[in-house]
């Protein structure tokens, strides 16, 4: 038991280490851009962009029926058919990026001439796009993480030179900070096929299918389809409230709450590291006698790291919105805590959607998703109008809570978690505490050292309820020590 036990943890954190390697150095070249980007661009070229990239992040997933998530679950367990998911996937990206496309032309028709322009853009934005997360995924359900880790780090590198050039140099604005991510999709994704070709020869090679092709085409379609709700649900959650902020309060207040998620993204790159390494965990552990036991602990250290990093975060937020946020874009760090928030249920979230999606439940994550949008919509509607874009980041919070929530039900019908529920609920609460004294001190009669000071007594409560948990991480890290 204590081997195999071993034998996860290896090569949970030997994955571990390679995204750590990628996100690190993707996500903080891209966080060190904000301060440029925040001088270089307006609030409104801000939001344009803000909503432009949103759409993608609803469209990619629902027009390629989910075959990059599709292409992780089944590259995994089903190594033999390998070449049809890549045929197959790209198959169903082209599909997508002709309905793009046709949308795209069919919406010029109705629109305003510089809108048309930006419809012209998002076509090759979307085909981009579409095609690096389709590849991103499917090499990692490949198991090749150090092509993932290539096309990763290689793609920010494009984009920040050629933001560089663009921005400073060539001086086009908005059109050349679309065009840099364009680059930067495309260049990195010849780079994952050229190196996916010399390493599988035989996969990376677009042949005809096998026999029964066909039903295992359909297979992927009837496990890609369900989670459309999942993928909308989740985009809702993350992107309802920037449509909502610029049809309500205008593109230039949709600016500064977009603005607002790069601190979050912070803690985001920690969650995204170990979510892509947990996803392929997941997958290969979830038949095994001692799953509950893995899971359960996996589940406490990841609740751990996300709750002290979510309280680190709130405590230091003006601080970073100084260091990070220039001209008017400095006020969108009172919306931070509640957004940082929104990333700690996030992340939970897909901890436990990942254990669905291994027990192919996507259904289930579906619905627990689909609910929190709903809810979402719905408070977005009645707090923006009152309260502005403070409004939607409470909405996102409340939604991204209903959600985990009901993730954690559904998870139960699998494996049952063995976890403290009572002492996590409290530190959320006093998450939310902290968040309303950073926020709204100086209108509860609280000055700014008074702030820093119950909020810094908070952490430091929230570090004590999690001590032996953190003493155990360490051990366990030095005990086994993150390799490749």
């Known amino acids: 038991m204590k081997n195999n036990e071993h034998s996860k943890f290896k090569y949970f954190t030997g994955n571990l280490a390679l995204f750590t390697i990628s996100n690190f150095v993707s996500k903080i070249l891209v966080f060190l851009l ?12 801000y939001g344009i962009a803000d909503v432009m990239q949103t759409t993608l992040l609803l469209l990619v997933p629902a027009l390629t029926i989910n075959m990059g998530e599709a292409a992780l679950r089944f590259g995994i367990d089903r190594s033999d058919k390998r070449n049809e998911i890549l045929s197959i996937g790209l198959k169903f990206v082209a599909l997508a990026c002709i309905i793009v496309a046709v949308g795209s032309g069919i919406g010029c028709i109705f629109t305003a001439p510089h809108i048309k322009w930006y419809l012209f853009l998002f076509i090759f934005l979307f085909l981009t796009n579409s095609i690096y997360e389709f590849l991103i995924l499917f090499f990692q359900g490949c198991e090749k993480v150090k092509i993932v880790v290539c096309g990763s780090v290689f793609s920010t590198l494009v984009l920040l030179l050629s933001n560089i050039y663009f921005l400073l140099v060539a001086k086009i604005g908005l059109n050349g900070y679309l065009l840099s991510q364009m680059l930067a999709f495309s260049f990195a ?25 066909k039903e295992f085409e359909k297979e992927l379609i009837s496990y890609g389809v369900p989670m459309i709700a999942y993928s909308t649900g989740s985009w809702i959650n993350n992107a309802a409230d920037r449509y909502l902020v ?52 996996m589940y406490t250290f990841y609740n751990t790291f996300m709750v002290i990093g979510c309280a680190f975060l709130i405590l230091i937020v003006r601080l970073l ?8 874009f400095y006020e969108a760090w009172q919306f931070v805590p509640p957004l940082l928030i929104s990333v700690a249920f996030g992340a939970m979230t897909g901890f436990l959607g990942s254990i669905c999606l291994a027990y192919k439940d996507s259904k289930a ?54 976890v403290k529920l009572t002492r996590d609920y409290i530190a959320y609460a006093l998450l939310i505490l902290e968040a309303l004294i950073m926020v709204a001190g100086d209108r ?34 030095l005990r086994h020590p993150l390799e490749a």
């Not at 904000?34 to 070229?45: E, G, I, K, Q, R």
């Not at 949709?254 to 997941?282: D, E, H």
């Not at 709903?374 to 409470?394: D, E, F, H, Q, R």
């Not at 509860?444 to 155990?472: P, S």
């Open 246 to 297: 610029s049809f309500i309060k205008g593109v230039a207040a949709n600016g500064v709450y977009g603005v607002a998620y790069k601190i979050p993204a912070i803690l985001t790159v920690f969650q995204r590291i170990f979510a892509q390494a947990w996803q392929m965990s997941a997958t290969k552990s979830y038949e095994d006698d001692n799953s509950k036991e893995f899971f359960s602990q």
């Open 34 to 45: 904000v301060p440029f980007y925040t001088n270089v661009l307006s609030t409104a070229d």
């Open 189 to 213: 994704s010849v780079l994952m096929l050229i190196l996916g070709h010399k390493t599988m020869p035989d996969i990376v090679g677009l042949k005809k299918h096998g026999e029964g092709g």
């Open 365 to 418: 994550m579906g619905f627990a998703t689909g609910t929190g949008a709903a809810v979402n919509i719905i408070l977005n509607l009645i707090l923006i109008p009152g309260y502005g874009a403070m409004g939607a980041a409470i909405a996102t919070a409340v939604s991204y809570y209903l959600m985990y929530f009901m993730a954690f039900i559904k998870v139960s019908g699998h494996v049952k978690l063995d």
């Open 444 to 477: 509860m009669g609280i000055n700014a050292k008074g702030d820093y000071m119950i909020g810094g007594i908070i952490f430091i409560v929230i570090l004590i309820m999690y001590f032996c948990e953190i003493k155990n991480i360490i051990k366990k890290l």
């Open 321 to 328: 919105a100084f260091l990070m946020f220039k001209k008017d």
